[in-house]
């Protein structure tokens, strides 16, 4: 069983939609939680952290940790074209250990 | 304040061939990464730098693999000889403190072996 599950997807929805990104983790030791977004041909953006269970936002991004199902989401309000990117999960088995990320999943906003 | 930067963009090599991949990280970040991924995987660790001392190199996949920082800054990454499943992206991150996660990756060097 892979350490951070991501559905590859394509995800397409249209321009306005709310967007609903998950992944599933194994390893009880994560405790960080991060989303990275990455734009085709370019390296991984840091986009959002959380630390703990619970929602974190900032602007039209929330992400979602809920550890007793280790299951982490990302829901994009008033999609937008330019959010048309690769989302990937990632986390640290803890604070000194390489992140691990999941495949990623794309998606396209459609105007 | 630039980003962290990868040379070449993308290689095109045969299998047997060398080929050196260069990563300059944001100036001061003491913490250098590499990644990898590979068609249709996740993006997988390589190896960690702290300044110019290996942490960490429990992802190389193996001895053709040769990873460098002298002088702790820009760092290199050597495969010799090249072969066909060495084919992917790879990407160097950096970061200031070991900050859990807040890595800033460069564009990637796309490596085809042929």
């Known amino acids: 069983q892979k350490e951070v599950e991501q559905d590859p997807g394509p995800l397409s929805v249209p321009e306005g939609a709310i967007v609903s990104l998950n992944c599933t983790y194994s390893?009880?030791?994560?405790?960080?939680f991060m989303w990275y977004r990455q734009y085709s041909r370019k390296g991984p953006e840091l986009l959002m952290y959380?630390?703990?269970?619970g929602n974190k936002e900032d602007g039209r991004f929330t992400a979602q940790v809920d550890k007793s199902s280790k299951y982490i989401s990302l829901f994009i309000r008033d999609s937008q074209p330019s959010d048309s990117a690769t989302y990937l999960c990632a986390s640290p088995t803890s604070g000194n250990t390489p992140l691990v990320f999941g495949k990623g999943t794309r998606l396209s906003v459609i105007a | 304040e630039a980003g962290v930067t990868q040379f070449p963009s993308h290689s095109v090599i045969e299998k047997g061939q060398t080929v050196t991949l260069r990563c300059d990280p944001i100036s001061g970040h003491d913490n250098l990464y590499w990644y990898r991924r590979v068609m249709g995987k996740e993006i997988k660790f390589l190896l960690h730098?702290?300044?110019?001392?290996?942490?960490?190199e429990s992802g190389m996949p193996n001895n053709r693999f040769l990873a460098e920082r002298t002088g702790g800054t820009y760092s290199t990454l050597k495969v010799q000889p090249a072969e066909l499943e060495d084919s992917g992206v790879y990407f160097c991150a950096s970061s200031h403190m070991r900050a859990t996660g807040e890595l800033f990756f460069g564009e990637g060097s796309r490596l085809t072996v042929l």
């Open positions: 390893n009880s030791a994560f405790q960080y």
């Open positions: 730098f702290v300044k110019e001392s290996k942490q960490d």
């Open positions: 959380t630390y703990s269970s």
